[in-house]
């Protein structure tokens, strides 16, 4: 009995896991109750309000492990790529916070799935420095330089060694998104259309006049980017920044490329950006005014409390 009491908790923090599915193919027959599916549409709902999934470590019940499946499903039939990246930051940040609650057995067991062969030593995880240098490669802030080194080890405390953890987690959570629309059931098809999605806010700060672009270039849009980039982003970052038009090239391609996750369908191409940054260069192109730029993105992006 205790036992079973460990691997749903095991479960419930990690619902990624291979013990999660087992156990979830052990008790199949009572996964479809309709309650569990409301759980896993509010599960969905959270991420997306919040970027977060509140995590408790004083509960652990099978519908945490069920609801995980079923958000999944309805995430995936929105398909939204902008949306589900949300929905898997907000999974793996429950999981780390997990990791940061959970006994030294869990840890472990976890890290060897997601393969990390870690050696513990007085409440320090001794991590070897390739996994290290594998796990950390897309972290900024995971340098070698500043790790404590001994024998081959890097030596982390759980915190240090949670957040290393944080992306290979987002991974596999991330792993079989969006799941195809012909294996999602149509009862839940029907449940995706009660999710609620916000649209992307601005804030816009008046406090300088041309404060608003740097706020926008902060917050990707789904639509008219080609007339953002024309109008507003490359007329400002070349004659108002007065930026080389390799550098407004790159960061309008970056804002471009973010833009992307909310909507992957634009016509504006890398060279017509290059075109426009030269263009606005030569022409001495303002951008357009705060006015003429709200009537631009009206519909686009929530400017109603402004």
Known sequence: MMEDKALLAFSCNYPFSSTAKELLKSIEDKANNPIYIDIGKSRAQEAIDTNNIKYRNDIFDISLVISYVYSRLIISALNNPYITDIYVKAEAKRSIIAMTNDNETNIKKLSVELGFNIEMNNGKFNVRVTDFLNATSNISNYKLINQPLKSGFIIMDIQEFAGMLEGIIYEKIKTGLPIPKKEIPKMLLGYATE?????????????????????????????????????????YLINVKKLDTELAYKIITEYIDKCKILDPTTKITNAQIKYQ??????????????????????????????
């Open 277 to 306: 940054c030269e263009y606005s260069k030569s022409k001495g192109m303002k951008p357009l005014s705060k006015e003429k730029a709200l009537e631009l993105l009206s519909g686009v992006v929530d400017l109603s409390y402004l």
């Open 195 to 235: 999710i609620k999605i916000p649209k992307p806010k601005v804030e816009i700060n008046t406090s300088r006049s041309e404060e608003w672009i740097e706020k926008l270039l902060s917050n990707p849009i789904p639509d008219v980017r080609q007339r953002v980039v024309n109008l507003i982003l490359a007329p």
